[in-house]
């Protein structure tokens, strides 16, 4: 009896090409033979589940396989005959595992040549800057672990006097063909995993790869303005590619530290200054640090109260690849003074005295204004 492919996937007819996936590749990862060795119930299953991906996966076998079942590929139908998909057809090869399970992020299949020499991969460092680097731009070396270019064989993976050959199973074709029924299923050629080519002598170096892993010094140019999570790429500053393919890109992420004094928001920086109590009564200039190590002076004036701000126009950081320029922000915080002496405790005591009574209300409004609210609530609470 011929088995049902969707049962074998675990999936309902009416499934989508997505959940068919999505059960085929969890179903491969369980009983891959790599995880099982040994295992054969799990290697038969591996097949199964591959024979039964094979045909949902694709649209036109799939409509066969809903009007005539197996009966379309196994030769009853006519046309040709050929090979079961539980036979040499090449089910279970690692390759195409590998091929349909991460296809989509590796650019997908090809479409019917022999594939070229691999793109490196990308790659992302992260650079911590203090919050003055990125105010003022820095210049600075990088040292990153990187496949670079084998500089025995330039690339080739060949010994010296040697090269690439046509691969014999393919013809250089990349793919190989096989009839089932009335479809014609193409895989990836296992000699040449799809390269159309071999190497019959790799270099000793670089094992055939082209590449090898070394250290690679960078000079990387950090604007002024950036910010936290600003990515830098860097052309052809990634891993090389197999074989001689194309490098890949660097991106350098940037993080900025946080600043002991200043916090930042966006272009705009803020400051906690602590004012003396007398200061902020009877008004005065307040000394203020701004970013890149300078100083700037700020008019308090008379009565001013914790938690007010001042604003600093152009004290901020540069904005990224622009002339404009942010602003800073003083919150001032009222501070009470401590360690008073005698003397200076009697003279609080006697400021205190002519601020009380009537005079609170216009030496404390917002106490007066915060004192009037409790009496507003206790008398809703008594009535």
């Given at each position: 009896m011929s088995k049902n492919f969707y049962e074998v996937l675990g999936v309902a007819k009416s499934a989508d090409a997505a959940e068919i996936k999505?059960?085929?590749?969890?179903?491969?990862?369980k009983y891959h033979p790599d995880q099982n060795k040994g295992d054969a119930d799990a290697e038969a299953k591996f097949k199964?589940?591959?024979?039964?991906?094979?045909?949902?996966?694709?649209?036109?076998?799939?409509?066969?396989?809903?009007?005539?079942?197996?009966?379309?590929?196994?030769?009853?139908?006519?046309?040709?005959?050929?090979?079961?998909?539980?036979g040499g057809a090449g089910f279970g090869g690692f390759s195409d595992i590998f091929e349909d399970m991460f296809g989509d992020f590796m650019g997908g299949r090809g479409g019917g040549g022999a594939r070229g020499s691999g793109r490196g991969n990308d790659l992302?460092?992260?650079?911590?800057?203090?919050?003055?680097?990125?105010?003022?731009?820095?210049?600075?070396?990088?040292n990153i672990p990187v496949n670079e270019t084998c500089d025995k064989c330039s690339g080739s993976g060949a010994k010296a006097g040697t090269g690439e050959e046509t691969c014999p199973t393919c013809d250089g074709a990349g793919r190989m063909r096989a009839q089932q029924g009335f479809f014609t299923i193409e895989r990836t050629c296992a000699t040449c995993n799809g390269a159309g080519k071999i190497i019959r002598d790799?270099?000793?170096?670089?094992?055939?790869?082209?590449?090898?892993?070394?250290?690679?010094?960078?000079?990387?140019?950090?604007?002024?303005?950036?910010?936290?999570g600003r990515r830098i790429r860097l052309a052809g500053e990634g891993e090389a590619g197999l074989r001689g393919?194309?490098?890949?890109?660097?991106?350098?992420?940037?993080?900025?530290?946080?600043?002991?004094?200043?916090?930042?928001?966006?272009?705009?920086?803020?400051c906690r200054v602590p004012v003396p109590m007398?200061?902020?009564?009877?008004?005065?200039?307040?000394?203020?640090?701004?970013?890149?190590?300078?100083?700037?002076?700020?008019?308090?004036p008379?009565?001013?109260?914790?938690?007010?701000?001042?604003?600093?126009?152009?004290?901020?950081m540069p904005v990224l690849r622009s002339d404009s320029v942010g602003d800073m922000y003083?919150?001032?915080?009222?501070?009470?003074?401590?360690?008073?002496?005698?003397?200076?405790?009697?003279?609080?005591?006697?400021?205190d005295a002519t601020l009380g009574g009537k005079a609170a209300v216009k030496h404390s409004p917002e106490s007066s204004g915060f004192m009037k609210k409790v009496k507003e609530l206790w008398d809703d609470l008594t009535e």
């Open positions: 999505k059960a085929y590749r969890k179903l491969a990862m199964e589940i591959n024979e039964a991906y094979d045909v949902l996966k694709d649209e036109q076998k799939r409509a066969a396989y809903d009007q005539f079942g197996s009966a379309a590929f196994d030769g009853s139908m006519g046309g040709g005959g050929g090979a079961g998909f539980g992302q460092y992260t650079m911590e800057i203090s919050l003055d680097d990125a105010f003022k731009g820095k210049e600075t070396t990088i790799p270099c000793d170096k670089c094992r055939g790869e082209g590449r090898i892993r070394k250290e690679k010094s960078l000079k990387i140019k950090i604007p002024a303005g950036v910010d936290t393919g194309a490098s890949g890109d660097l991106y350098v992420l940037i993080s900025v530290k946080p600043h002991k004094m200043f916090r930042r928001n966006g272009a705009d920086l803020h007398t200061t902020a009564a009877l008004g005065g200039e307040i000394s203020v640090p701004t970013i890149g190590g300078k100083k700037t002076s700020v008019t308090v008379a009565g001013t109260q914790s938690g007010q701000q001042f604003r600093i126009r152009g004290k901020g003083i919150e001032v915080a009222v501070e009470t003074p401590v360690n008073l002496s005698n003397k200076q405790k009697d003279l609080l005591k006697q400021l």
